[in-house]
């Protein structure tokens, strides 16, 4: 059975930088489209970005494009989400999320199957 953990989210200033990382538990790692989701108080959980199973393509939400770089690690079995300028509506539960094959279009949480417990990030102003 397939296990996502993530770590490194945190408490940082406006304008700050993390480095989130989702390690994945399974021999066919890179068989798997990754994503990263993300769920502030009171809000559905929404897309943040995603990388598909052949690192060949990434999509982003438009909220984060030019500030959030996704990245995978095949060797590593983990898929990394590297977040610059952060701003405080940044400030949610970060999800990792994964899908066999699939691919980096798919944007619904329902497309993936395999969650992460969740990691908050918390942007201060």
């Known amino acids: 059975q397939v296990q996502l953990v993530e770590s490194g989210g945190g408490l940082v200033q406006a304008g700050d930088s993390l480095r989130l990382t989702c390690a994945a538990s399974?021999?066919?790692?890179?068989?798997?489209?990754m994503a990263w989701f993300r769920q502030a108080p009171g809000k559905e959980r929404e897309f943040v970005a995603a990388i598909s199973w052949s690192a060949g393509s990434t999509n982003y939400a438009d909220s984060v494009k030019g500030r959030f770089t996704i990245s995978r690690d095949n060797a590593r079995n983990t898929v990394y989400l590297q977040m610059n300028s952060l701003k405080p509506e940044d400030t949610a539960v970060y999800y990792c999320?994964?899908?066999?094959?699939?691919?980096?279009?798919?944007?619904?949480?329902?497309?993936?199957?395999?969650w992460g417990q969740g990691t908050q990030v918390t942007v201060s102003s």
């Open positions: 399974v021999h066919t790692f890179s068989s798997y489209t």
């Open positions: 999320a994964a899908v066999f094959f699939g691919g980096s279009w798919l944007q619904q949480p329902r497309a993936y199957d395999i």
